[in-house]
């Protein structure tokens, strides 16, 4: 069986299911498994040290269920790594299907989003689409919403060693006046299930300090509702891989208030870092980081605020973070995930990890 790589990922902008797709396709090409890239017209000509097939005329969802099928060959198998697939080809395709928030946190996306990615979801296995995700609480909350048995769903855990693959670039803490160990950390977009509001209260409590919170990331309108305008001393927008990294090296901590996660990326990310993270326990957050993190409640007693002023006040805690921290992520690679998602493919039926 040839692997047939549903390679739209290559035209859009790097979020976490692009960087998911990227990540995956690397470590598969470096397997040897026979993999096929097709792309709209739009991609680069390679990726993985992989030749990318351009195939139709189309963009976006028409070229992805009317051009896409068409490039498939008769002992090809297609895998979809972004949430969507084409309906028409059944059970000759497997898709990843990162969270059930469509179902679980409607007020994060637009309407017509929505819409299409929950018709889309009940329809794909139902059609004889394998369905996969990333997380055990995932494939429950999926399996609630789409009416499967949980075990019909796969799952294969992200990877995070990709922070520390480009040299820090420190020059970003200069251009915006941050100090090391001076400021806390938050990665998110402003959905409403990031909850970013929820860090209000640190504001004032780092700023009592002498610190600041510094905010990356950004939203794309086209998908989520602007729900949130968090008061942080710096919003950094965008930032590349090398800035995120010398962020998470240099902050006192992550400081992660979502309340719906279907894995957790920047978590893990500040993980292998060694940057301390300070997490609400939601979603599958908890599943991924283990004892590793500093637990507060994404609706409860329990504050970030409380949370961050024990790290500040127990000089041992922070350092404790840290080692438990890169423990922690060093069960989790990409060369794993790709290694276990080959395993779904090749079994009968999907299994648990």
Same mark, same amino acid.
């Given at each position: 069986m040839t692997l047939a790589i549903n390679a739209r990922f290559l035209t859009q902008k790097l979020s976490g299911v692009q960087r998911f797709s990227r990540e995956v396709v690397t470590a598969l090409a470096a397997t040897g498994t026979p993999l096929r890239l097709l792309a709209p017209r739009n991609a680069p000509a390679s990726f993985a040290g992989l030749p990318v097939e351009h195939i139709g005329r189309r963009a976006g969802q028409p070229w992805e269920q009317f051009d896409l099928p068409k490039a498939l060959g008769a002992g090809d198998h297609l895998l979809n790594l972004g949430n969507t697939a084409p309906l028409r080809l059944g059970a000759r395709q497997t898709v990843v299907v990162h969270d059930a928030g469509v179902f679980d946190t409607p007020e994060s996306?637009?309407?017509?989003?929505? #819409?299409?990615?929950?018709?889309?979801?009940?329809?794909?296995?139902?059609?004889g689409t394998r369905i996969v995700t990333v997380s055990?609480?995932?494939?429950?909350? *999926?399996a609630l919403h789409l009416g499967l048995p949980p075990a019909m769903i796969g799952v294969?855990?992200?990877?995070?060693?990709?922070?520390?693959?480009?040299?820090?670039?420190?020059?970003?803490? #200069?251009?915006?006046?941050?100090?090391?160990?001076?400021?806390? *950390? #938050?990665?998110?977009?402003?959905?409403?299930?990031?909850? *970013?509001?929820?860090?209000?209260?640190?504001?004032? *409590?780092?700023? #009592?300090?002498?610190l600041k919170l510094a905010v990356a990331g950004a939203a794309d309108a086209s998908v989520f509702r602007r729900a949130s305008d968090v008061d942080a001393t710096l919003a950094l927008g965008r930032v590349t891989d090398a800035e995120l990294r010398a962020l998470y090296e240099n902050a006192i901590c992550l400081l992660f208030p979502s309340r719906y996660e279907g894995f957790g990326l920047p978590p893990l990310e500040a993980m292998w870092c060694g940057c301390p993270v300070l997490a609400a326990s939601a979603g599958a957050v908890p599943e991924v980081c283990g004892d590793a993190a500093l637990w507060f409640d994404?609706?409860?007693?329990r504050s970030p605020a409380t949370a961050l002023a024990r790290l500040l006040d127990e000089p041992l805690l922070s350092e404790h973070l840290r080692s438990a921290g890169r423990a922690r992520a060093a069960t989790y690679s990409w060369s794993a995930a790709a290694e276990t998602l080959l395993g779904i493919l090749e079994s009968p039926g999907l299994e648990s990890r």
């Open positions: 996306y637009s309407f017509a989003f929505r #819409a299409w990615y929950r018709a889309l979801h009940w329809a794909l296995p139902r059609r055990d609480f995932s494939r429950s909350r *999926l294969m855990p992200e990877g995070g060693e990709h922070a520390l693959r480009e040299p820090a670039e420190p020059g970003i803490l #200069a251009r915006h006046g941050l100090a090391p160990q001076g400021y806390a *950390l #938050a990665v998110g977009t402003r959905a409403s299930h990031k909850n *970013l509001d929820m860090l209000r209260e640190t504001v004032g *409590l780092l700023g #009592a300090r002498g994404a609706n409860g007693p």
